[in-house]
């Protein structure tokens, strides 16, 4: 039960502070999501603390990307596995409090401005962009299952069926599960 | 252009059930839910005005998703919309993440569940390709013109995607670049 709530690490206050401390300045860096800095975090929290294992550091990303919600609570679950509810606090404030603070004061800012030139342009210029991202977003999701036809042809499927009907997003994820669990995507 | 008519928010409860269903549909991700309760269900948003949060929800640091809920909801209620965007957003994933997190370790072996996984990562991909197919149609009204938005998207798609560019020099490069068409384009 201490495990489960303290973690492998106990409630140690001088690593609460560290996991904090980086996780919040890996916040104002994560440009892209905060998936973007999962590489930094691995070199902090494995590499330089020993904290966790490169395979409980994946395996937290993995099940996060897994789970539903939005894949920021990967830090969650390394913080969880690092310091148990403390741990988990003390990721998920580091790296939510600045880039929230942050990203309201733009946008309430960008909303006053928001017939300006600058602010016009900003939105039309950064559109494409946006979308050249989710496509690279979307092809970079698909690297663990590229070395499997059945689990290719699952990507434009959902991508016709996302298109052409009305399903709801969470039907699909259902189909892929179970032609996985099936061994269709092995 | 002929807009559907958009509803909004009554109360910042509103706004937390609504996130908060999303989220839960959100395997692999919330973006391509996002996009279907906003626009198509909810009404709250039109798909340029989406893809408009969207874009400042990604060039800001942080996760896109929730910068996007903060914003949406501080845009109808204030501090306390985007309060209650946050919370219905994430409270109750986070308790669902660390209930499978401490249940994985039991689990993980058994080739059914690292296949569904596997699997889910395949339709994960393609929501979120499939989203950007639908916000495609935005690009039309675009001020930059067609072809210079499409060249940003392709060439975006293979700075990241393909040869891995840091995200802040595609940002400010590509980013600036664009922005500074736009600004061009829209002064004339």
Not at chain 1, 14 to 36: N, P, Q, W
Not at chain 1, 84 to 113: C, E, F, H, I, Q
Not at chain 2, 129 to 151: D, Q, V, W, Y
């Amino acid at each position: 039960m201490n495990a489960l709530l303290y973690g492998t690490h106990g409630l140690d206050g001088g690593v609460l502070l560290a996991l904090f401390m980086h996780f919040g300045m890996l916040s104002l860096l994560a440009i892209g999501g905060a998936i973007t800095t999962a590489p930094d975090m691995q070199r902090f929290v494995v590499g330089e603390r020993g904290w966790l294992t490169d395979a409980q550091f994946t395996s937290s990303v993995a099940l996060a990307q897994a789970a539903p919600g939005p894949n920021l609570l990967f830090v969650a679950v390394v913080g969880w596995n690092i310091a148990g509810l403390a741990g988990v606090v003390a990721t998920l404030t580091g790296s939510l409090l600045p880039s929230t603070t942050l990203a309201l004061a733009a946008s309430r800012y960008g909303d006053r401005k928001r017939e300006s030139r600058a602010m016009q342009a900003f939105g039309a210029g950064m559109a494409p962009l946006t979308l050249g991202l989710l496509l690279a977003t979307g092809w970079v999701l698909t690297a663990p299952v590229r070395d499997s036809p059945g689990a290719l042809l699952l990507v434009p499927f959902t991508v016709l069926m996302l298109l052409k009907t009305r399903l709801s997003p969470i039907w699909l994820v259902a189909v892929g599960a179970v032609v996985g669990a099936l061994g269709g995507a092995g | 252009m002929l807009e559907p008519q958009l509803q909004r928010p009554q109360t910042a409860r509103d706004i937390a059930r609504v996130f908060n269903r999303m989220a839960l549909q959100g395997f692999g991700g919330v973006l391509a839910v996002a996009q279907r309760e906003l626009v198509e269900r909810e009404r709250w948003l039109t798909q340029s005005q989406f893809l408009e949060l969207l874009s400042l929800g990604q060039v800001l640091p942080g996760p896109n998703i929730v910068n996007m809920a903060l914003i949406i909801g501080d845009r109808f209620f204030g501090w306390r919309g985007a309060a209650a965007a946050a919370v219905g957003l994430l409270a109750a994933p986070l308790l669902i993440v660390l209930l499978l997190a401490t249940l994985y370790r039991e689990y993980v072996d058994l080739p059914a569940v690292a296949g569904a996984l596997r699997g889910m990562g395949a339709v994960a991909a393609g929501l979120v390709i499939g989203t950007a197919f639908k916000l495609l149609g935005g690009l039309r009204s675009n001020p930059l013109g067609r072809l210079p938005s499409a060249a940003v998207a392709l060439l975006t798609l293979l700075a990241i995607g393909f040869w891995r560019w840091p995200m802040v020099t595609v940002v400010l490069g590509l980013g600036g670049a664009s922005v500074a068409l736009a600004w061009w384009r829209l002064g004339r």
